[in-house]
């Protein structure tokens, strides 16, 4: 059964068992769809050497053009904005957009960004295409149909498939920091904190800002600490500049 026909809900309850230590159990069985997303993840924990990075992005400048953008009519997300940031800076970095196979790894020619998506039935990844090419508002349109189609169940496996990397964002729900699981046939995913006012240095002076915690876990068969460094760091100089993503 095709993931777009399965119900969102479809968790097998068996009746109780009698009473222990624990009190009674009720085992809930998972639907294919989260069984299939459980064995990806035990898959690429179990044979993916992960290496995880962290650094903090001053996105006061971000955060202050989004709201002008805003005060216009409809905006890009923060998510939005990091999806373009990534999908520019792995094109100066195709290590990172790459997969590791037999003992070497292929290089991607398309960027395709998976965006983790939070539903009733786990975490589903539906694909931007080409992200690299597409506008920000584009990138915006694309994110705000794929999260719907995923939460209503009318996702298709075509629309989950392809990714070259993966963002997860947990900052809407005030996540500051996570590290994320690479997914299988992937080097790198990237996990998004929530933005928090903090007092930042700029220019010698303590001053108000927004700060953001960027996390990205690496397959280190494929990418070094170096490597993986250079391309978090574009990332994290492209959102504390915005302009660099028109």
């Known amino acids: 059964m095709p993931i777009s026909s399965l119900p969102m809900s479809e968790e097998v309850q068996t009746p109780a068992t009698p009473a222990g230590n624990k009190g009674e159990s009720e ?13 990806r993840i035990a898959e690429s924990k179990a044979t993916i050497p992960h290496i995880y990075l962290q650094v903090e992005a001053d996105v006061t400048a971000l955060v202050r053009r989004r709201a002008a953008l805003r005060a216009s009519g409809d ?4 998510n939005d904005l990091v999806i373009k940031a990534a999908a520019l800076a792995l094109r100066h970095h195709p290590r990172v957009n790459s997969t590791y196979r037999d003992g070497g790894i ?4 398309k960027i395709n960004i998976g965006v983790a998506v939070d539903t009733e039935d786990g975490s589903l990844t539906p694909v931007v295409g080409d992200a690299d090419l597409k506008s920000l508002n584009e990138i915006a349109a694309d ?3 794929l999260s719907a189609r995923a939460r209503s169940g009318e996702i298709t496996p075509p629309e989950l498939a392809g990714a070259t990397f993966a963002i997860s964002n947990l900052g ?3 996540i500051t920091s996570s590290e994320p699981v690479v997914n299988p046939g992937q080097a790198a995913k990237l996990a998004v904190g929530a933005v928090t006012a903090r007092p930042v240095v700029r220019g010698g002076e303590v001053v108000p800002g927004d700060v953001m915690t960027l996390d990205l876990s690496c397959d280190h068969r494929v990418l070094h600490g170096g490597e993986a460094a250079r391309f978090l760091n574009e ?7 915005p302009g660099l993503l028109e």
Request: hydrophobic fraction near 30%; glycine fraction near 2%.
């Open 143 to 145: 994110v705000r149909n």
């Open 75 to 78: 905006a890009p997300t923060v």
């Open 172 to 174: 809407t729900l005030g």
């Open 235 to 241: 990332v994290k100089t492209s959102l504390e500049d």
């Open 106 to 109: 292929e290089l991607h020619s």
């Open 27 to 39: 085992f809930v069985e998972y639907s294919r769809a989260r069984q299939s997303m459980s064995r």
